[in-house]
């Protein structure tokens, strides 16, 4: 292992990390550490538990890493002593990327272990005794459940988007996992919110926990969003008048339901566009497979839910268009986020039916401001429905198209409105 000096002085130098973690640092192409990182990075190294509240793209990967691998470097070898627990095979793969890139001139060793792929590669990983694991919690359990996976020496746990593991029914799982751990050790947790059960977990596992809050209701603002009142039998022109727009380089397209996302992206593709479908039951390899092309450019949009977009981290995305509206408010933000990353501008669409005045109202009450309505010629709303309107006016984002406006009460409709789409409830899924 080599002790070199590192070649650029950096703004992580703050933290007396050891130089071979400097070196693998300056190779990641970091410079100056984030606020989350400057927050969490110290007590991380004291051995603190840490609460972190915060949303993915905040930096919050090498937040716990640095600590973390800075105090392995001192550990004798011998079996998983970090176990890092994510939402979705997307997200572990990303955290174990990061973990790598940042340890490439240590000799520390990490594997990923999730559902959707053979499990008999991940045993045969796990008897190299790596000093990291991360996984999600379906296959964990897997694993301990078969006595293939000792956690006997784990000192630290990260659980990382708690609140979307949460959401995917995982957390009997977690309790069951950190009933599998020694009781003495460091705990992490990071959740972008904090519903009331993932409150009482951090009450559970955290002591006297180092907090770091830099969770936002409130879009970026690099991010320009706006609503687009129009009837739901032409959501897809309007969706395909917007993607051959030469603003659009590349987008994310979300949806209610996974087979609505798969049945959106063929027809997509029918018409033309390099579109690409992501849903949560498509087997590891396709999974993988269409991530990479929508990285790298073979795909210009993907068709996604919620649940199948966790871990979706791609820096470039132009435009965020939620077909459908999110099942909360608090999902705006999230999913609007996916684009405006790293300083760079980005631009969200939303598609609005009558059907969605109430989820209009608990949105703007949550981010605090009124979302400016857009229209585009062509797509005029249907005026027999009254579009969603706002209660107040605030500051807005903009996106492409002419500029629309929410003006007074437009009377009621007589007609059947169908389900209310705030109320859709959540969609729960076990990975195996």
Not at 247 to 256: E, K, L, Q
Request: charged letters at 25%; a positive charge.
């Amino acid at each position: 292992m080599s002790n070199e000096v590192h070649d650029a002085s950096t703004g992580f130098d703050r933290f007396g990390l050891k130089q071979v973690l400097m070196r693998g640092i300056s190779a990641a192409g970091f410079v100056d550490p984030r606020p989350i990182q400057v927050e969490t990075i110290p007590a991380g190294l004291e051995g603190r538990d840490v609460l972190g509240l915060a949303q993915t793209g905040t930096g919050k990967t090498a937040a716990f890493a640095l600590p973390i691998l800075d105090r392995l470097l001192d550990a004798s070898p011998g079996g998983p002593r970090v176990l890092v627990l994510a939402p979705t095979r997307e997200l572990a793969n990303q955290i174990a990327a990061e973990m790598s890139t940042l340890s490439r001139f240590t000799r520390l060793k990490m594997i990923t272990i999730f559902g959707g792929v053979s499990i008999v590669n991940q045993i045969d990983a796990l008897r190299r005794r790596p000093e990291v694991v991360v996984g999600c919690p379906g296959r964990v359990l897997d694993l301990l459940g078969q006595g293939k996976l000792d956690l006997g020496r784990v000192d630290t746990l990260v659980l990382d988007e708690a609140d979307h593991m949460f959401d995917m029914g995982f957390l009997p799982d977690i309790r069951r996992i950190i009933g599998a751990l020694p009781e003495r050790r460091q705990n992490l947790l990071f959740s972008a919110t904090m519903p009331r059960d993932i409150r009482r977990l951090a009450d559970d596992l955290l002591t006297d926990p180092q907090v770091v809050e830099l969770a936002d209701s409130s879009p970026a603002s690099t991010i320009e969003h706006a609503l687009y009142s129009i009837p739901e039998r032409r959501k897809r022109d309007l969706l395909e008048h917007m993607l051959s727009h030469n603003s659009c380089t590349s987008a994310i397209v979300f949806t209610r339901t996974k087979h609505r996302a798969r049945r959106l992206a063929e027809q997509l593709e029918k018409a033309g566009h390099r579109a690409v479908g992501l849903q949560g039951n498509m087997s590891q390899a396709n999974r993988d497979r269409a991530m990479r092309g929508f990285r790298n450019g073979q795909y210009d949009v993907m068709v996604a839910t919620d649940i199948a977009a966790r871990g979706i981290d791609v820096s470039a995305v132009s435009h965020v268009i939620n077909f459908d509206v999110p099942n909360t408010p608090e999902a705006y933000t999230h999913r609007i986020g996916r684009t405006g990353r790293a300083e760079l501008s980005g631009v969200a669409c939303t598609f609005v039916t009558s059907n969605d005045t109430d989820w209009v109202r608990a949105t703007e009450r949550k981010i605090g401001y009124s979302i400016e309505r857009r229209q585009i010629d062509g797509f005029e709303p249907d005026r027999s429905a009254p579009e969603p309107r706002s209660q107040n006016r605030g500051r807005s984002g903009g996106s492409q198209g002419n500029r629309g406006r929410s003006s007074g009460n437009r009377g009621r409709n007589s007609g059947n409105r169908g389900r209310n789409s705030g109320n859709r409830g959540r969609n729960r899924r076990r990975a195996a």
